[in-house]
């Protein structure tokens, strides 16, 4: 594994884009792959970074690293992307050390989401990661930090509402239709995406709306049938979507394909949809939104509806606040005693080895238990030790040297 050494948490950045400052069609230039993902750190140890990770959603696209500057993370970023890095550093936030940390805790919360507590982030925060961390680019500091994001992600869902109620972009998507479309029920829908948030999309089409009445399309086949099984619905291979896209009235895209899947002669003459874009970059072929058949709703629009849920959820935040504190504490404590490793250990070898000058008698019974006490004592001593430089966050020379007079003349002296 790369990025085992301890590393400073002041070269530690946050570079990234979200909703608050760019629509879906911007964000969908900075949008990564898998196959992107890989180029990407295939490309990472030429800029001399071998600690990082990429979160890649509908809603974000960010990148997390040690670096000497934020501006190698994006450069690194953007040569895998359509869009360029000017253009990202125009529009992006760049957080360093611990505020790039908290950052991530809040990602991870749903506090930065931009449906309020929505949950789907923990699962792509755990995939990118993983992605990551099967190719050597998660050292012990970054899987330390996910580690405790995760907990405190998990603590704030069982412990306070802010997820409370079912609002994601995709349950925000069924809410849509039922509110927007008469006889929804009755309507022929399109699934094409069975990922994760397609997944979850489907299951909420047959739970809320209790309709049957859906066509899955994926391009792995397997998957789109069993979905199907699983929940009773009808399936069709991938170079059969033309077919059902013209004859569907619903059709939702949640496919992260990088170029346009519906063109404008796909659905121009085929009657009235209403098409749920949940794919960043867009699904659509440009124009195509304004043709006079077509109703069209992207993430964007979806993730701006409020209702009395969101309410709940806000007045859930300072409580969510709190657990973050204490989990973001017990990691900088983490950190910080990281920092002192090289320090106590040679703290330890030097007492072992007057220990060991002290024991070099003819070998007793005696000498063995008082050899077990020396080594409860040193333990005792460096236990202190790490006690004090946590707390006084001073050079570990000071301790060594008190250290060594109380081996020495059975004294200590004030630190």
């Not at 007045?315 to 490793?341: D, G, N, T, Y």
């Not at 236990?383 to 060594?404: F, P, S, W």
Request: hydrophobic share 40%; net charge positive; proline share 2%.
């Amino acid at each position: 594994m790369q990025g085992n050494n301890i590393k400073d948490i002041s070269t530690f950045y946050i570079a990234g884009i979200n909703y608050k400052k760019t629509d879906a069609s911007v964000r969908g230039q900075f949008a990564i792959n898998n196959a992107q993902y890989e180029d990407l750190l295939l490309a990472a140890p030429q800029s001399g970074i071998s600690e990082l990770f990429v979160l890649s959603t509908c809603n974000r696209t960010e990148i997390y690293g040690f670096a000497e500057d934020p501006g190698l993370l994006i450069e690194l970023l953007c040569t895998k992307t359509q869009g360029d890095s000017n253009t990202f550093t125009s529009l992006a936030y760049i957080k360093k050390g611990v505020h790039a940390v908290q950052h991530l805790f809040n990602v991870a919360a749903g506090l930065d989401s931009q449906i309020l507590g929505d949950y789907e982030i923990v699962g792509q925060i755990k995939q990118s990661v993983k992605f990551s961390r099967e190719r050597n680019f998660i050292g012990s500091f970054t899987e330390r930090l996910v580690n405790a994001v995760l907990q405190s992600s998990k603590m704030i869902r069982n412990q306070t509402g802010l997820s409370g109620g079912t609002v994601s972009v995709s349950f925000a998507a069924v809410q849509y239709i039922k509110q927007n479309v008469p006889h929804c029920a009755t309507k022929r829908i399109l699934l094409l995406g069975v990922g994760k948030i397609g997944r979850n999309t489907c299951k909420n089409l047959v739970d809320y709306l209790e309709t049957k009445n859906i066509t899955l399309v994926n391009r792995s086949l397997e998957k789109a049938q069993a979905l199907a099984e699983e929940l009773g619905l009808r399936y069709a291979p991938y170079k059969q979507a033309g077919q059902f896209i013209q004859s569907s009235d619903i059709i939702i895209v949640a496919t992260n394909a990088t170029s346009p899947i519906l063109t404008k002669k796909d659905i121009k003459n085929y009657g009235h949809k209403l098409i749920i874009d949940l794919s960043v970059p867009s699904s659509l072929e440009p124009g195509a939104r304004e043709l006079k058949n077509i109703d069209f709703v992207d993430v964007d629009e979806l993730s701006s509806i409020k209702d009395k849920t969101i309410k709940k959820r806000a007045a859930e935040v300072p409580k969510a606040q709190s657990i973050i504190k204490c989990h973001l504490e017990e990691f900088l404590e983490w950190h910080e005693m990281r920092k002192h490793v090289s320090v106590l250990k040679a703290v330890k070898i030097k007492l072992m080895e007057i220990t060991t000058d002290r024991l070099l008698l003819p070998l007793t019974s005696s000498h063995v238990n008082t050899a077990f006490g020396q080594q409860e004592k040193i333990q005792q001593v460096i236990n202190v030790l790490a006690v004090k430089m946590r707390r006084k966050n001073q050079r570990g020379c000071h301790y060594i040297e008190a250290i060594n007079d109380f081996m020495a003349t059975g004294s200590t002296k004030s630190a």
